[in-house]
């Protein structure tokens, strides 16, 4: 009886979940169909008006949500929207494909529109409308009255918090309009958007992020779950990341859980993604993340390297998950590959709810910036470096656009060296590493970096475990050896045979991930979590 009540759970979890899910990648949609056709992006309305469709928005709906759109952004935005709507029927239509045509709204009373307005401003406010514009131009509250919340909002077959999610995207994708957004993300609050609703509206409008989900670089496992969360740092940038949970999960269990820093150069849906689907698989639940103003996450100016923000964003990850009810906050681990290794050395150091860390082959940021690789780097071209960094901030604030730098060119030098080629291969190989949302750092940035000591309290993290894996033949294995020497015990050091530093990034018979989950296993104190 016992186990079917667990299993009629699992069942209700699993439906619940999956509505969940669905039920977000709609009113995703809905955001990035009105983001886009504010500003007035065919190809990326286009996008989004079939993503949209594909999720399970009907014709009905999307019309809803175009329609509105020219109260905000007027008659030529709206049509040019319909327009193209009407064109991605016709197209599907041709494929074969019938899209539900949904629900039409209850007629209303037009006679009565301004007064079915005033009594909808009131439920949507929580009072009457107010304002000296109102008072200043009496015939602008008859219209937001008579056109908008009353022939528009009173149109029923759009619920009026989807209402506010498409509205909050449109003043989202326009200039100047900053005091109507807040006043629309108080209305979209007051009718049941949550705080992190709002925030991942605004970070994707901005973001211009309406293109088709990217494959990641590996394949799927149909053993584990992925959905997409978003959170805050205590920098207020809102942070974008794929949850990886097994397929069994039970909602009666607390999991342990590893947080997965991706290389500095990467995004989560690389070798980061991969490392969490393969952790889940042996029953963690996982978080890979973006750094801030990297991939999906936000932060202004983007492509900016902070080294404190990028610590930052290992504890906010906590933050978010420890609040999860599917979470034991007391069993949190951490996995820092390349560049995140240094970051996530740092963050447990300060962070004592990082309760293990693992790091792969770990790069020290700061020392490679200031130093080189090796530690080939002369005084002399460290003064260089710094005097371009300044030229580049002169140009910057003159009104040139920002330089941009990439860990890898995109097309190898004839005299590369073997580092090079081995960063080129993943980096830049499309069966590999290559992924359209990375799009490299700022210049300026590196001088920020020389400054990062990502193990000046290393041994803080002491008696809380800490393994670190390294290839046998990688170029970075001092840095890990480095960081071993000076932190304190509970500590190890893993060579793995014959790998070079960017074999542990997807070499699945390379990297050691029985080793990582024996190491969490104990470290986590994990008992029987399948049971």
């Known amino acids: ?38 500003k007035g992006d065919k190809p990326g309305l286009t996008t989004a008006l079939t993503a949209g469709l594909d999720a399970g928005l009907s014709v009905n709906e999307i019309k809803e949500v175009l ?9 030529p935005r709206s049509m040019g929207a319909l327009n193209t709507f009407i064109g991605v029927l016709q197209e599907r239509k041709a494929r074969g494909i019938n899209d539900a045509e949904g629900a039409l709204p209850t007629l209303q009373e037009v006679s009565r529109s301004v007064e079915y307005g ?52 449109m003043p989202t994708a326009m200039e100047g309009v900053e005091n109507e957004l807040k006043v629309h993300i108080a209305h979209g609050k007051y009718n049941g958007l949550t705080d992190t609703q709002v925030d991942e509206i605004v970070t994707l409008v901005r973001a211009s992020e309406w293109k088709p989900e990217p494959p990641k670089t590996f394949i799927a496992d149909d053993k584990v779950t992925v959905r997409k969360v978003f959170y805050k740092n205590r920098y207020d940038i809102m942070l974008a990341a794929d949850l990886y949970m097994p397929t069994d999960t039970d909602i009666n269990i607390k999991y342990p859980t590893l947080i997965i820093g991706h290389p500095f150069g990467a995004v989560k849906e690389q070798c980061a993604g991969l490392y969490a689907q393969e952790m889940a698989k042996h029953g963690f639940v996982t978080l890979a993340f973006d750094a801030s103003y990297q991939g999906e996450s936000g932060g202004m100016p983007r492509h900016t390297v902070s080294p404190d923000a990028l610590v930052e964003d290992f504890s906010a990850s906590v933050d978010w998950l420890g609040i999860q009810p599917f979470v034991d906050r007391e069993r949190i681990g951490v996995i820092g590959i390349c560049g995140s290794g240094g970051f996530s050395v740092c963050a447990a150091s300060i962070d004592p709810r990082i309760r293990a860390l693992a790091t792969v082959s770990m790069y020290d940021m700061g020392r490679a910036t200031r130093n080189g690789l090796g ?64 799009l490299g750092t700022r210049f300026t ?22 393994l670190f894996i390294a290839g046998e033949n990688a170029h970075s294995r001092y840095f890990s050896e480095d960081a071993y020497k000076q932190a304190d015990e509970p500590k190890e050091l893993y060579i793995v045979p014959n790998a070079s530093h960017v074999d542990l990034y997807d070499q699945t018979d390379k990297i050691p991930f029985d080793k990582l989950t024996d190491f969490f296993m104990e470290s986590l104190e994990m008992t029987n979590i399948n049971k």
């Open 445 to 466: 940035s590196m001088a920020a970096l020389t400054n990062f000591y990502p193990f000046a309290q290393i041994k803080d993290i002491s008696p809380r475990p800490v």
């Open 1 to 38: 009886m016992k186990k079917l009540l667990v299993c009629i759970a699992c069942a209700l979890f699993c439906i619940s979940s999956n509505y969940a899910q669905n039920k977000e990648m709609k009113e995703r949609q809905i955001a990035a169909i009105s983001g886009s056709a504010a």
């Open 118 to 169: 005033a009594a909808n401003q009131r439920k949507l406010f929580g009072r009457d409308a107010q304002g000296a514009v109102l008072a200043f131009a009496p015939a602008i509250d008859q219209y937001l009255k008579a056109h908008l919340f009353g022939d528009i909002f009173g149109r029923d077959n759009l619920d009026w918090k989807t209402r506010e999610l498409a509205t909050i995207a």
């Open 67 to 75: 329609v509105q759109l020219y109260a905000y952004c007027g008659f």
């Open 375 to 438: 530690d080939a780097m002369t005084d002399e071209q460290r003064k260089a470096m710094f005097s371009e960094v300044a030229r580049q901030r002169w140009r910057e604030a003159e009104g040139e656009e920002p330089r941009i730098r990439f860990g890898t060119p995109e097309q190898l030098p004839d005299n590369a060296n073997e580092v090079q080629k081995e960063f080129y291969d993943y980096y830049r190989n499309p069966k590999r590493g290559l992924h359209p949302r990375y």
